[in-house]
T-cell receptor
Framework: NAGVTQTPKFRVLKTGQSMTLLCAQDMNHEYMYWYRQDPGMGLRLIHYSVGEGTTAKGEVPDGYNVSRLKKQNFLLGLESAAPSQTSVYFC?????????????FGPGTRLTVT | GQQLNQSPQSMFIQEGEDVSMNCTSSSIFNTWLWYKQDPGEGPVLLIA?????ELTSNGRLTAQFGITRKDSFLNISASIPSDVGIYFC?????????????FGSGTRLQVQP
């Protein structure tokens, strides 16, 4: 039981390049989330999904797209990377019913855009 | 949007000391969660609180859900070097329907052996 996994762990992009971050969970959770964490700040919600085939905007969605084609996977895409998107990205999942409402986090992807 | 004020921002203590940190919100939450983040890792859940006034312990950690539902605190007793890390509070408002957490900005804890 791996929990929440993220790939890649590190990535460096040039401005204007695109990439996709992959999140996978093996807990059969309905809800999945993408957050970004910047120095001295808490985590901010980018996009989330309440089930397979659904996505919705969070607090800071601009410049990102997501897809949830399979229940266990949640992809975060950057179509044209900008230096302001340099950050650590965390994926999380939760059961979506309950309580409990706890969210479980992956280890993070450190992205640098030059 | 909702705001969570977490304090203190950082603490430097001696091993064996007790630690207290708290979060206050501008609005009501239904659930309070406390997470710890080690360097280079994702946040790990420490304690979850679901009822106003609830006091919950997990080993040396104790957390309380404030009676007004707008605040929570976390205490760590008899700190040890492995307590080093960043502690985040997070609140959940079920009314939004998205089960999304609002995070505090974190308390960075350093423990001197």
């Amino acid at each position: 039981n791996a929990g929440v996994t993220q790939t890649p762990k590190f990535r460096v992009l040039k401005t204007g390049q695109s990439m996709t971050l992959l999140c996978a969970q093996d807990m059969n959770h309905e809800y999945m989330y993408w957050y970004r964490q910047d120095p001295g700040m808490g985590l901010r919600l980018i996009h989330y999904s309440v089930g397979e085939g659904t996505t919705a905007k969070g607090e800071v969605p601009d410049g990102y797209n997501v897809s949830r084609l399979k229940k266990q996977n949640f992809l975060l895409g950057l179509e044209s990377a900008a230096p302001s998107q340099t950050s650590v990205y965390f994926c999380a999942s939760s059961s979506g019913t309950g309580p409990p409402y706890e969210q479980y986090f992956g280890p993070g992807t450190r992205l640098t855009v030059t | 949007g909702q705001q969570l004020n977490q304090s203190p921002q950082s603490m430097f203590i001696q091993e064996g000391e007790d630690v207290s940190m708290n979060c206050t919100s501008s609005s009501i939450f239904n659930t309070w969660l406390w997470y710890k983040q080690d360097p280079g890792e994702g946040p790990v859940l420490l304690i979850a609180l679901y009822k106003a006034g609830e006091l919950t312990s997990n080993g040396r950690l104790t957390a309380q859900f404030g009676i007004t539902r707008k605040d929570s605190f976390l205490n760590i007793s008899a700190s040890i070097p492995s307590d080093v890390g960043i502690y985040f509070c997070a609140g959940l408002n079920m009314d939004t329907g998205r089960r999304a957490l609002t995070f505090g900005s974190g308390t960075r804890l350093q423990v001197q052996p």
